[in-house]
Each structure stands twice: as structure tokens, then as C-alpha cells.
């Protein structure tokens, strides 16, 4: 399998991408990575390593999209941008899944302009596996679509129950939609016309969730518009910060808290790892035509070589193919 | 002052309800309590403590609303409910403020439909006070409004204004929009539309507040629609409950992590105290007609008791007649 990874995306390019990568075919087998960025930037950093150069190549681009750029605009423009090249190669069919750390918006409009749809798919979304305290759980949008119809909802979770069903092998994975409030009249108009859709179709819907219960991880696929999925998972993140900031600097302020802190160091290790959600690897962009693996743009190496594990996973599972007939049974 | 509660509102009502009153009428001066609800029950509760028996009174009322009633019909319906009889008593000008933990929708309903709005407002909004790592934040609304246009979120950033700076005492206080994404042309219609006449308005505007950094608390009001209002709210909930609960397992479960719990006792404490919401009160409803606090549904007495100390901090303040000449300043 040939997977191309973005060179320059992501908060710590290349280095650790590059990194990555090497673990990557160090500990996987049967892959062969292709990264795209300023050859000679990228190849300084491979030279670094030590690594079976068979299993890693460079595919030249001289431009890259940043976070500041408007996506659609800088994907158009930009065709010898590290994001833009990575994608082509998957359209072309010289790489059978794309994974970047870089601006969420150029890809997920580079993935949509480039590899295009999956047929029948009105709104492809990105979804997440979080870490829940029962398991993990999918949110999906998680900030595609900033406005959805309620038959993007739909259509979410019928890919989202595929992917969780064949990538975490759940079987028949439960279906939530995020609301403000348990009964099925709450919400808006969006929530609430998703609601009567998703009871009317074979999925196992167990009715609305509430954002308090969201962390629990009872429910295994949660639908929503991209800007709810945005901030329920902006939240999670921002909230965990917040907490493990302060309670740091508490434990610091004291000889007996320090000790204190020293003592309950395996918890707080058990904690970040159960709380990791690079554990599950990037987000899946799930629609397109193609594997596409959005990776947080603070990721480690390790959260690279967990995007690279998932991109094999996708690929080994036949997800798309397994999506396309999912999406085209529902349309009959 | 007089201060109206809805005895038979919240998860311990009476009991805290009533213990919350006593706890007021001994520590803050020149109030007197009215409680809502069957006189039987609430003088049963009441003749546990001994207190200054001038300073509360009981309005009989024989019905409860409950969470599960339809918030407008229940209102319209039980007309000597706890809550209609304790929201009546204040249109009619026979008390200055109503306080209630009970059905946040029918006292929302209530308050709109008994009370009325203040002219020129064309939505309420409910209103709590968080508690941030650099301070307290308002986040408006909260869930009375699940829909809403651009006009109604300046309305909300106008009175969170008046009401931070009368009630936080913090001059001329910021403003932020709740939205996915830092740049102003990032979010949905409502967002986008609503950042430029939040631009237009003579407020303290600084732009678009990421999910991630509210918990922050480095802007005192952030504005948004009761749908991302109530879905980040719980989200604080949620996130910082799961967390504890599993620090809370995972100190248990061995004798050296129970130790180090020990020593870190005054940290979990200080954290407990510094992230209490219920320290500021309940949620204020802005933009009806007098002075109604929602209270927490799980409330303890001494929320009970924050929030009547709240009610005494918005009548002598005047908030309600600063909103009404700042909205009719808006309107001109």
C-alpha cells in the first residue's frame, strides 16, 4: 500500500512528520511512504535517520498552504503545494490513501475539489474517534459543513456506522443525535427534523444526546452540524487544558502538594494516555472518493505513525467501497 | 426588597430551597422571602429551623410543573403551579425579584409570558456567570433561544454588557462571538452576519472566541445562539465531571495513589471552589420585564443562597432600568 503524507502541514513540519514516517516503516508492514515538500527540505530532514530508503520517497513541491490562507482560494492557486500534490497523487491513483497535519480547511477543500465525491454523498465530513470514559466514540461533523440539512445528518451517520463498525469493530454501532435536551421535540429545526429522519432509517438510533453525556461515550456515533461538532470537540479540549493547567500549577505551589503530585504521577499518566485521542490517529474525512486522513495540527510523531496505522486500517477494511454501497442501498 | 422562590423547584426541593431562604434572611440585610408552593409541605420544612418568621412567608400554590410537561401548555395550564404563582407575584408588582431551580423551560415560558419582555428586546436570553481561569465569563444565551437572527445576538451582547458591568463591576467589559474559527469570515450566516453589526455597534468587540479558549475567561461576555450556548455549558459539565470522576476511581485504587489524594486534598479543594459556578448565583434571564433568576436544577442551599444574593445585587443596581435605556439608546 502507498501512502502520501503532507511534508509541510501541521504545527511541527517536517521534522516530525518525517519522524513519523520512519517509525511508520519500521513498525508496519507492507507500506511505502511518499512525502511532498522542497525536496532538498525534506530530504535533510530523512538524511537525519537511519531508515530503509526503499520504503520512503520525495515527491518535490515548492509551496505550501498555510492556516491564514482562504482554503478553496489557496488549493486553486497553489497546485505545487505540498497539500495540492498529496492529493493529486490519490486521484490519480498513484497512492491509495492522503494524510495531513496542515490546514484543515485547504484540505478537506483540496480533498473535495481533487479526489472529488463518493456518489450519492451530498456533504463529505470529518470525524473523529475521541476518547470516551466508557470507550471511544465518533463525532461526526466535526467542521466540514458549518450549515447542514438534515439529510447531511442522515448521511453522516450512515458513513459514520460503517467506519465504526468495520475500523473499531463494533457491530451495529449505536447512532446519537447531539441535542439540547433528551426529548425528541428539543433543538432547532435542523435537530429537530434529523430526528423524525434518523428514526425512519436502519440504523440503531438511540435518540438525541445530550452534551453533558457527550464524554461519557455511551453512544459510538454522534451526529451534528460541523459547527456543534467543532465546538463539542474545541470544548473537550479546551476544558482538559484548562483543568490539568491549574491543577499543575497547584501541585507546584507546595512541598506537600509536590509530593503529593510525585505520588499520583502513574494517574496522571494513565489519565493522558486513556484522554489521547492521537491513540485513534487523525480524523477520517469521510465522503470523498479516496482516503483522507486529517492529522491535529499539533501532532507528534507518534500521532503521524497512528494517522498512517488508521490509513492501512481504512484501506485493508475496503471502507469506501463499503461506504459507496451503503450510501447507494439508502438511495433506492 | 422582596424576593419571590419557587419552593418545589430543583432535584432537593423544598428542603434546600427553604434551608437556602433561612441561611439569606440571617446573613443579608433588609430582604424578605416568599415561598411558592402546598403551604403544608413548605411550612413542615420550615418549622425544622428556628429563623425570624417576619422575614419569610409562604404562597400557597397545589401544582408542580415538572421537567417532562411541555414548558408553554404546563404554564398556561397549572395557574396555581409553584412557579406561575411566584412569576405572577412579580408582574403584579408584589415582589422584586423570582428565583427558581425548577423546569428551566417553563420558567423561561413563564417569565416571558407572565412578565413580559422589556420593549425593544425581541428575545430574552438566559444568562450564567462560569467561572474561567482568568476570571468569570457570561456566556449569552444559554437555551431560550435555540434559533436565532443576527439582531438578537447584538441584543444579547447590549444587555450581558450592562449586566457584567453592574453586577462584575468591570468597566466597559469585552465582548466576544462564540465561533469556529478566528477570522471573521469563519462560521455559519448567523455568525458571519452577526460579526459586522456586532463591528457596527458601540460596544467593547474583539472578535471571534474559539470554543478552545473559552474556558480561558479572557472575554467577559461571549455572545452565541442557546443552541452552541447550552451545548457549551454542558460541555463544561460534562468534560470537567468525567474527568474528576475517573481521577477520583484511579486515586482509589491503590494505597500510594490514596496518599498522594491525601496531600493533594487543599488542591482538589481550591479547584472544587475556584470552578463553582453556583459562588455567582444562577443564570439571570435578561430581557424581560423584572428580575428572574434561573437557579441550577441540582442546587444546594447555598446556591439557593448565592442566588438570592444575586437578585438583592441586580435590584440595587438597577439593571433593569439601565437595559431598558441602553436598548432604547440602541434603537434611536
Not at 27 to 55: Q, R, V
Not at 88 to 105: F, H, Q
Not at 253 to 279: A, C
Amino acid at each position: 500500500m502507498k501512502i502520501v503524507i503532507d511534508g509541510m502541514g501541521g504545527d511541527y513540519a517536517p521534522s516530525v512528520v518525517v519522524e513519523g514516517c520512519i517509525e511508520a516503516i519500521r513498525e508496519l508492514s507492507n507500506i511505502e511512504m511518499i512525502i511532498t515538500g522542497p525536496e532538498d527540505i525534506i530530504s535533510k530532514e530523512l538524511n537525519k535517520h537511519e531508515y530503509n530508503t526503499d520504503k520512503i520517497s520525495i515527491l518535490n513541491a515548492n509551496e505550501v498552504i498555510t492556516n491564514n490562507e482562504h482554503p478553496v482560494m489557496a488549493v486553486r492557486r497553489k497546485k505545487d503545494s505540498s497539500i495540492s500534490k498529496a492529493l493529486n497523487l490519490v486521484k490519480n491513483g498513484k497512492a491509495d490513501a492522503v494524510i495531513s497535519a496542515g490546514s484543515t480547511g485547504a484540505f478537506l477543500a483540496g480533498a473535495t475539489l481533487i479526489i472529488g465525491r463518493i456518489k450519492g454523498v451530498n456533504r463529505p465530513a470529518l470525524a473523529p474517534i475521541m476518547p470516551g470514559k466508557d470507550g471511544p466514540f465518533m463525532i461526526i461533523d466535526c467542521g466540514a459543513n458549518a450549515e447542514c440539512k438534515p439529510i447531511n445528518l442522515v448521511q453522516f451517520a450512515q458513513m459514520g456506522e460503517v467506519y465504526f463498525e468495520n475500523i473499531l469493530k463494533v457491530k451495529t454501532p449505536s447512532v446519537g443525535l447531539i441535542n439540547i435536551g433528551a426529548e425528541e421535540e428539543k433543538g432547532n429545526e435542523l435537530t429537530k427534523e434529523a430526528h423524525k429522519l434518523l428514526q425512519e432509517c436502519n440504523l440503531n438510533f438511540v435518540g438525541n444526546v445530550e452534551p453533558r453525556d457527550i464524554p461519557q461515550g455511551k453512544v459510538n456515533v454522534l451526529v451534528c452540524d460541523g459547527f456543534i461538532g467543532n465546538t463539542v470537540l474545541k470544548m473537550y479540549e479546551g476544558v482538559a487544558q484548562s483543568i490539568f493547567s491549574t491543577l499543575k500549577k497547584e501541585i507546584m505551589s507546595s512541598f506537600t502538594t509536590k509530593m503529593g503530585g510525585v505520588l499520583l504521577k502513574p494517574v496522571f499518566e494513565k489519565f493522558k494516555k486513556d484522554y489521547d485521542y492521537s491513540e485513534y490517529g487523525g480524523a477520517a474525512f469521510l465522503g470523498v472518493n479516496g482516503i483522507c486522513i486529517k492529522a491535529h495540527g499539533s501532532s507528534d510523531s507518534k500521532a503521524i505513525k497512528n494517522a498512517i496505522r488508521q490509513a492501512i486500517n481504512f484501506y485493508e477494511n475496503d471502507v469506501i467501497t463499503k461506504i459507496k454501497v451503503h450510501i447507494e442501498d439508502k438511495m433506492v
